[in-house]
């Protein structure tokens, strides 16, 4: 399967989990502008929308960010296909979603 990483120029399919805000925005904003290509997701279309206008300002590439639940197996295998079929393996994976439980 073919990636989309160019030899000279590298260009990187990255994964980024909980992008509609924090931390993983904050990646998935920096590593467009540093040209490479977003999959994100969370659960928020809203907030999903507003980071996929924010990202076509940055780049033309077709980032894709997707509505979903990484507490669904089957939700992140069906991303996993969708990346493969669109982008081949992905370089980078970075496994941000959570929340922050304090006090335990
Ligand atoms: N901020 C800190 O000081 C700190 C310190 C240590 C570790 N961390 C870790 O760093 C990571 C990011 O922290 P942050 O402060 O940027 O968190 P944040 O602002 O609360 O953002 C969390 C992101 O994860 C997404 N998310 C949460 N549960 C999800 C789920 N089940 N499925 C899909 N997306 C989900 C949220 O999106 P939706 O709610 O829209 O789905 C949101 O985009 C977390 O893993 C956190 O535990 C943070």
Do not use: W
Not at 11 to 22: L, Q
Not at 72 to 92: C, R, T, W, Y
């Amino acid at each position: 399967m073919e990636c989309e990483k160019e030899v000279g120029n590298a260009r990187y399919t990255i994964i980024i989990s909980g992008v509609s805000k924090g931390l993983g925005r904050a990646l998935a904003l920096e590593f467009a502008k540093l040209g490479h290509i977003i999959v994100g997701c969370s659960r928020n279309q809203t907030k999903l929308d507003s980071l996929q206008d924010e990202l076509s300002t940055i780049s033309s590439l077709n980032h894709l960010l997707l509505n979903l639940d990484v507490r669904s197996n089957d939700s992140v295998k069906e991303m996993a296909q969708i990346v493969l079929h669109k982008m081949g393996f992905p370089h980078i994976v970075v496994n941000n979603a959570a929340v922050m439980c304090q006090g335990v």
